[in-house]
């Protein structure tokens, strides 16, 4: 996966926060992220979502009640998360959850722009 040298964080801890749909991970450069499992869900890393290449992404809309079912881990540099909607194909390596984590508040106001453009809803 991309990112992951010697200097990439490692999760030191993730818990899955069920009752507030949260997943929080804390990272060994002593950052610390809660993310939203509907934010995990609508930027998430698989081709499904992302496209094959820039411009190919594909806007997720009526993610707002999302839940996660389960988080597999992948070797030692991933987790596997498998969604209520039936999304289970991307692979969320540790370079990118801490990317998320460290972007959640522009990426977040980057989507809701998105979704008001395109007249969709996380309904």
């Known amino acids: ?15 899955v926060h069920r009752q507030s749909r949260v997943l ?3 990272f060994d450069d002593g950052n610390t992220f809660r ?11 698989s081709a499904e979502v992302r496209g094959h290449g820039p411009g190919q992404e594909v806007l997720q809309s009526g993610k707002r009640k999302v839940d996660l079912l389960g988080l597999e881990p992948v070797g030692n540099y991933a987790v596997q998360p498998r969604f209520s909607d039936g999304h289970a194909t991307g ?3 540790w370079d990118y959850l801490h990317w998320l984590g460290a972007n959640r508040e522009s990426l ?16």
């Open 1 to 15: 996966m991309a990112g992951l040298d010697s200097k990439t964080p490692h999760p030191t801890r993730i818990v």
């Open 24 to 26: 929080e991970v804390e």
């Open 35 to 45: 993310l939203p499992f509907e934010f995990l869900r609508v930027y998430s890393p």
């Open 91 to 93: 692979l969320y390596s």
């Open 108 to 123: 977040w106001k980057d989507y809701l722009q998105r979704l008001e453009a395109a007249g969709a809803s996380r309904e």
